[in-house]
């Protein structure tokens, strides 16, 4: 299972109209507060269900996923296994602790 895998079930689930009403709202053109985020227009709900079939996904692929340009929310709650072990983990390599 990799992270590629992951943004192409993410990119099928994409809601194109959501995500232009998403872009506007969140202020994300150049200037505004949220200039370079990029939304997918995915409800929670699917955003879980992928997160649920994926948990386990190893931690270079989950960072792979964290890296994404796709809006936080969207890595957040697609980032699959324990969150706060992930983020743990995270952190430790970008320290320098290898786990």
Same mark, same amino acid.
């Given at each position: 299972m990799t992270a590629e895998i992951i943004r192409k079930q +993410?990119?099928?689930a994409a809601d194109k109209d959501k995500a232009k009403i998403l872009q506007r709202f969140f202020k994300t053109d150049p200037g505004e507060y949220g200039e370079g985020d990029i939304f997918l227009g995915i409800s929670v709900p699917v955003l879980r269900k +992928? @997160?649920?079939?994926?948990?386990?996904m190893p +931690?270079?692929?989950?960072?792979? +996923?964290?890296? @994404? &340009?796709d809006h936080a929310a969207v890595c957040?709650?697609?980032? &699959?296994?324990?969150k706060e072990k992930k983020i743990s983990e995270w952190r430790n390599m970008m320290s320098g602790n290898i786990v």
């Amino acid at each position: 299972m990799t992270a590629e895998i992951i943004r192409k079930q +993410l990119r099928k689930a994409a809601d194109k109209d959501k995500a232009k009403i998403l872009q506007r709202f969140f202020k994300t053109d150049p200037g505004e507060y949220g200039e370079g985020d990029i939304f997918l227009g995915i409800s929670v709900p699917v955003l879980r269900k +992928l @997160s649920k079939e994926h948990d386990g996904m190893p +931690l270079n692929e989950t960072i792979q +996923l964290l890296n @994404s &340009p796709d809006h936080a929310a969207v890595c957040d709650r697609a980032v &699959p296994g324990s969150k706060e072990k992930k983020i743990s983990e995270w952190r430790n390599m970008m320290s320098g602790n290898i786990v």
